[in-house]
């Protein structure tokens, strides 16, 4: 009978057949993606013809100028002012009801077809035409909403 096993030992392979052992993977995923490999180096070449690299090479070269010039004009003004503009009406809109918003939406839309369908006539409209038109339910329910909307809208730039 053969005597038991009580030691394993690994083979350690010297750095020369690491280096072997690593080609020969390369070897094999370099078959493997030939095409892919063929369009990277299409690609790169292309980009090279046309200069693009080297206006690459030249960015990562100037890296730091790029990003002071970057810094200087995103701090401008006009920048800062477009920055909170996005933020107060995002801001605003966030807190009104979805709801609101999708009806408001609805009644903006209703009234633009209103107008195509009888803007260009160049009709004048007398007073009493106008007082008329304060029976119709639709006017006098946009009329309400304007005025509370200015109400509203007057005690907010009151509070301020």
């Known amino acids: 009978m053969a005597a038991p096993i009580t ?25 493997e993606q030939e095409q892919a490999i063929n369009k990277i180096l299409e690609i790169t070449g292309e980009l090279n013809d046309i200069g693009v690299l080297d206006a690459v090479q030249a960015m990562i070269k100037a ?9 200087n004009q995103a701090s401008r003004e006009p920048i800062t002012n ?16 979805p709801e609101v918003t999708e009806k408001l939406a609805a009644g903006v839309k209703s ?23 304060l029976k119709d339910p639709d006017v006098n329910r ?4 304007g005025l509370h909307f200015l109400k509203g809208m007057g005690k907010g730039l009151d509070e301020r």
């Open 7 to 31: 030691s394993i030992k690994l083979k350690a392979l010297t750095s020369a057949e690491t280096e072997q052992e690593k080609l020969a993977e390369l070897q094999s995923l370099i078959a």
């Open 63 to 71: 890296k730091e100028d790029i990003a002071e010039i970057a810094v």
């Open 82 to 97: 477009l920055v909170n503009h996005v933020l107060n009406a995002s801001g605003m809109l966030t807190s009104i009801d």
């Open 111 to 133: 009234g633009l077809h209103e107008i195509e369908l009888h803007g260009g006539n160049n009709e004048t409209i007398s007073v009493f035409d106008l007082m008329k038109s």
């Open 142 to 145: 946009a009329i309400q909403f």
